[in-house]
């Protein structure tokens, strides 16, 4: 049966003199060591509302969202408006941003990973993308994704050695992206090439420019017709499941990187357009596009048909609480007791903020307080001695290291799911209350009541010494007279 789909595959594929069959392979994102891995990071759908129609499917990315993907930019184009479009096209730059040397404490993979790709949806169908991702040598390679089914260039045999191509960093690229076959998507690559050994270290070898092609057979649902495509282009860092939620690095980047001239219509089998027209702000989707998520580590500048994005991460900020030990209070019946614990941000960069969200006991609500690097606050809060006893009063400090993701547990600030929110890091405050009993009666007045009132209950008052102050109890008396 494997022989037989690798045959199926290979007929789909066009004859071209530096054509490249693509047959499913496991490239790593060390670029020049392959593995048996696929790189695994998620990548963000179109808006299906585009559709206007009920097409609701469990993987479905429905608004202008951040859905722990890594931030990116997203601009996409509206079937409505462009008609017909089976193709697309455009010239990329590709910076020199290698993926980070820190990894993922679960995959062992890079925790960021530049990603700039093409691709979208279709009614009723499977979504798709098309396009490059960065190793961490800064070496970009070449996949498509189809049905959720990854597919790379494949690896070459020369003289008995295994090779793989990647993309020389700081260089521009010609795409092309089209259906050539009812559920195939082909993508063209015009590009300086180098080669490298899989498996042995050594320096990749340029191979020049020159055109490659590979498809993927699972695109299902989408016709060389064109109709109900939804096209996407799209700039991302990358981040792995575990950490897709974390933002912040301290000193990650993914600036440079561009689209220019995109072009929608329509091709052939082969590729070669028919018809088609610059990509321009009256055929993209007005519904809450172009996105940036978030705005404050995704910078864009989207002039159609080009697009030019750069990506910094946040820094991380450093949360501290002084004082550490449980703090004991202590008071008598009835009073107020204060106090007060100092927050600090220890971190040495101004911009790695920590941010609270939480409301202290007796306090005022700290809505998305920020502390700056090397900055405290002082937070007072107070609870009240209603009753006489020692009680456990903890409370919790909900803050942000600058991070990004859901919240932690039932009772932390929760938004809409797919919405910016802050990582709920969890500080227990742990208070012992002392409400002491230092109650003494003092002379009893009753107020005037006379002897014909022996017998009855009536209002009265006692009065009690509290702490250098008087406390007034209302209480209802009975008079028994004397034996």
């Known amino acids: 049966m494997k022989k037989l789909l690798s045959l199926l595959l290979t007929l789909m594929f066009f004859s071209c003199s530096n054509q490249i069959l693509l047959m499913s392979t496991t490239e790593n994102l060390g670029a020049i060591l392959v593995t048996d891995n696929l790189p695994t990071f998620k990548t963000v759908d179109i808006d299906q509302s585009v559709f206007n129609k009920n097409d609701v499917r469990s993987n479905s990315n429905v608004g202008c969202t951040f859905d722990n993907s890594g931030p990116y930019n997203r601009v996409q184009s509206d079937p409505n408006l462009t008609g017909n479009a089976n193709a697309i096209s455009s010239t990329l730059f590709l910076p020199n941003a290698p993926a980070s040397k820190e990894t993922d404490s679960n995959t062992g993979k890079s925790k960021y990973t530049p990603n700039i790709y093409t691709g ?91 055109t490659r092609v590979f498809s993927n057979p699972n695109a299902t649902g989408w016709k060389p017709s064109g109709e109900n495509i939804a096209w996407k282009f799209m700039t991302s ?42 990509f321009t702000p009256s055929l993209q989707f007005q519904n809450g596009t172009p996105c940036v998520k978030p705005s404050d580590v995704v910078s864009a500048s989207i002039n159609l048909p080009n697009i030019s994005v750069n990506i910094k991460l946040r820094v991380r900020g450093q949360y501290a609480r002084t004082p550490k030990d449980i703090l004991e209070l ?11 614990i100092n927050v600090a941000n220890t971190s040495s960069k101004t911009d790695g903020l920590v941010t609270l969200n939480f409301t202290p006991p007796g306090g005022t609500a700290l809505t998305a307080k920020q502390i700056t690097g090397g900055k405290n606050l002082d937070i007072p809060f107070s609870y009240k001695c209603d009753s006489v006893g020692n009680f456990d009063k903890p409370f919790r400090v909900i803050y942000s290291e600058n991070g990004t993701a ?20 969890k500080d227990i405050v742990k208070v012992l209350l002392k409400c002491l009993n230092d109650l003494e009666y003092t002379p009893l007045t009753y107020n005037g009541l006379s002897a014909a009132l022996i017998g009855t209950s009536n209002a009265g008052k006692i009065t009690f010494t509290n702490k250098a102050k008087k406390v007034t109890y209302l209480i209802s008396c009975t008079y028994v007279p004397d034996a």
Do not use: C
């Open 120 to 210: 979208g949806g279709v009614y009723g169908g499977a979504f798709i993308d098309a396009g490059f991702f960065s190793d961490q040598n800064g070496l970009w390679a070449a996949y498509i994704s189809a049905g959720g089914n990854y597919l790379t260039l494949p690896k070459e045999t020369i003289n008995g050695k295994i090779y793989t191509h990647r993309i020389k960093p700081g260089t521009s690229v010609s795409i092309k992206v089209w259906v050539s076959a009812n559920d195939t998507i082909s993508f063209s690559i015009t590009a300086d090439w180098v080669r490298a050994e899989v498996g042995v270290s050594g320096t990749p070898v340029s191979v020049g420019v020159s």
């Open 237 to 278: 860092v990358a981040i792995q499941p575990a950490d897709a939620g974390d933002l912040t690095t301290g000193d990650y980047s993914f600036n440079g990187s561009s689209w220019s001239s995109i072009k929608l219509g329509m091709a052939d089998a082969s590729g070669k357009f028919l018809s088609s027209t610059p």
């Open 330 to 340: 202590s008071g008598y019946f009835g009073d107020t007791i204060k106090s007060k």
């Open 406 to 425: 859901t919240a932690i547990d039932l009772g932390d600030p929760v938004s809409p799911a797919g919405s910016i929110k802050y990582v709920a890091g």
